[in-house]
């Protein structure tokens, strides 16, 4: 099993799954057809079927335009509002793609539909993967539009927290230099999040991406799985694991910095899939 890992937009990525000995290929969130199609050809497989994470259009953009192209083309999602969507999944439901396996993980917050995605393949040496959408990011977690912080501790703490430590962890955006900045501003003495940030900002410097990291090195630097440390509870003045976590992430939203001529409303509905900024410059 391979993963192509697709950077399109301002700081979105895509994925290509590919099973090798077929060539058959799975896209995770398909925002940028132009772009996946360019990497089919480039990969010579065969695209089989979409897995969105959530229906907001820099996730979902292209399913649509995918579908018609692919006339026999499998959309899988937990939203009717994903688009193309020919197959809605429920929680811990497995799918399968020749030797590829698929555990669809209803995770909603960030959006009431939202799905993870955890990917194994038979009889395979390889790690196993895990594409998490905006749910969790890499030292962070995302924003809770259609939910509750309650909802969103435990889909870190009671469905992802338990996968493989060895789990390979591809999110859905490149965030991880500024989630890494807040991690340090809870544990300023934490010295993996300063090597980890160190890392990201030379990764950004160099255009180059952060994903994937691992379940297991996000327990060390990530402070929205780390709500039980006493560093992290000492930040936020709570000691109750969801006060914590509701406290980190309220924190979190005044941290973030609004996208580059956006103010602070158009960045919200942005993620909210409100208006699509490339459509709006045509």
Known sequence: MKVKVISVLEDNYMYLIIEESTRHAVAVDAAVPKR???????????????LTTHHHWDHA?????????????????????????????????????????????????????????FVWEDDSPDAPAAFTGDTL?????????EGTAEQMYKNLTEVLGPLPQE???????????????????????NDIVKEKLTWAKL??????????STLAEEFFYNPFLRVLE?????????????????????AKDKFRKPKEGLNPQAMV??????????????
Do not use: M, W
Not at 37 to 46: F, G, N, P, T, W
Not at 137 to 145: A, K, L, N, S, T
Not at 269 to 282: R, S, V, W, Y
């Open 230 to 250: 006493k560093s992290v509870q000492r930040f936020t003045g709570k000691a109750d694991p969801i006060e914590v976590f509701a406290a980190l992430h309220k």
């Open 61 to 117: 953009r292209g399913n649509v335009e995918l579908a018609q192209l692919y006339p026999d083309l499998e959309v899988y999602g937990g939203d009717e509002r994903v688009g193309a969507l020919t197959h809605p999944v429920s929680h811990n439901e497995e799918l399968k793609f020749g030797s590829i396996n698929v555990r669809c993980l209803l995770t909603p917050g960030h959006t009431s539909g939202h799905v993870c995605y």
């Open 167 to 189: 789990t390979k962890v591809f999110c859905g955006h490149e965030y991880t230099a500024r989630n890494l900045k807040f991690a340090l501003k809870v544990e300023p003495e």
């Open 269 to 282: 509905a942005l993620e909210l899939g409100l208006f699509d900024p490339l459509l709006e410059k045509k």
């Open 36 to 50: 996946l199609l360019e990497i089919i050809r480039k990969e010579d497989v065969s695209l089989k079927a979409i």
């Open 137 to 145: 990011f890499i030292g962070g977690c995302g924003r809770i539009f």
């Open 203 to 212: 990764r950004e410097d160099e255009d180059l991406p952060t994903v994937p």
